[in-house]
Structures are given as C-alpha cells and as structure tokens.
C-alpha cells in the first residue's frame, strides 16, 4: 500500500440504508462517482465542523 500524507483521513467503509431508487437518482443528480462524497459533505455539514458549508443542488427537477 502506498504511503499516505499523515493529515490524511482514513476512511472505512460505513453501510447506510438508501432505497435503490433515492440512490439512483442521487447519482443521476450529482453523478455515480460524486454519490459518496455528497453523503460526507452533508454529514460534515449537519455536524457543524468548521468552513463546512451544505451542498447546493444544481438545477433540478426530481422525477416523481
């Protein structure tokens, strides 16, 4: 395994429960490889920590 910068945060993986077509979709929002890093963008956001601010939805319209 490569050597990692020491301030880098080490993740491990956390399961969470998301109904397959809220997943979808989120990953038609924000795209399949951006799904993740939202979900820790808002929890660092609900957490408060400093210069964290809630992501923005670009425009859209949610298929209903």
Known sequence: M???P???HVRKRRPIGL???DW???GAVVG???RSE???QLVRAFLKRPGVK???RKDYEPSV
């Open 38 to 40: 939202l979900v820790r």
């Open 6 to 8: 020491a301030d880098r």
């Open 54 to 56: 809630i992501p923005r």
């Open 2 to 4: 490569p050597d990692q």
């Open 32 to 34: 399949d490889k951006q």
């Open 19 to 21: 109904d397959d077509e």
């Open 24 to 26: 979808k979709e989120l």
